[in-house]
């Protein structure tokens, strides 16, 4: 059995709430493994979007322990969270967050800017591979507001696996978009998972899209149901 590449432990959110306390996510444990497709459902507000947080370290849980690529989070301070961020993991968001200053190409190319080293011209070179990856190559030197969803998602993608990262956090990736343009990134999203083995978590209210993923969780009542495995490794 491999190690786990995200390992929470009896992890617990709790805000205050006028003079009360609200439990959020209560004592759940969660392991999941190298080059996984991990799904998350839930109903609004059942905690989702906290969970994704705290298991991609932009939010520290109440209680517990986590553990990404066998390093303590909860043992790190900020700084160290966000080079282990920096090193390990990336983001799609729903909203895309792409900047509109920048071409598709710049924003593809931000995480690297962040590095120690950065190498303009070998970091372009990255980054055009990873938009002609995706589709984009002619829109490369295209800004934000005149590409379409499904465009800036794809711009999206590449950006998150520019760093190379060993895990993908997707944040109801296809909230967005149109029926026909979500299953073409939801597509897209599962072949870069088997061509690069990076670990995939996904949070979404689409059950069918979450169907679709090696396993299948539910968050309800501030605790995590794991709702189906699948044994087959070769999802299309």
Do not use: W
């Not at 372009?124 to 379409?148: F, I």
């Not at 465009?151 to 944040?171: G, H």
């Amino acid at each position: 059995m491999p190690q786990a590449i995200i390992s929470a432990q009896q992890i617990s959110q709790r805000i205050d709430y006028g003079q009360r306390q609200l439990s959020i996510l209560e004592q759940l444990d969660l392991e999941i493994f190298p080059a996984e497709q991990v799904a998350i459902t839930g109903r609004s507000g059942s905690g989702k979007s906290t969970l994704l947080g705290i298991l991609a370290t932009l939010d520290r849980a109440s209680a517990g322990q986590l553990y990404i690529c066998g390093q303590a989070v909860h043992d790190l301070n900020e700084e160290q969270r966000a080079q282990l961020r920096l090193a390990h993991i990336g983001f799609v968001f729903q909203s895309f967050q792409l900047l509109s200053h920048l071409t598709a190409l710049e924003n593809v190319m931000l995480p690297l800017r962040l590095q120690t080293h950065f190498d303009y011209a070998q970091a372009e070179q990255q980054a055009l591979a990873l938009l002609t990856r995706v589709g984009l190559q002619r829109q490369a030197q295209q800004k934000p507001k005149v590409l379409s969803g499904g465009e800036q998602q794809r711009v999206a993608i590449a950006r998150a696996l520019i760093s190379q990262p060993k895990i993908i956090f997707a944040d109801e990736p296809t909230g967005n978009l149109d029926e026909h343009t979500a299953v073409e990134i939801e597509q897209l999203l599962f072949e870069l998972n088997r061509e690069l083995g990076t670990t995939l978590v996904l949070v979404t209210h689409d059950r069918q899209l979450a169907a679709k993923c090696q396993r299948h969780f539910e968050l309800h009542e501030g605790r995590l149901h794991e709702l189906s495995t699948r044994s087959d490794q070769s999802i299309g």
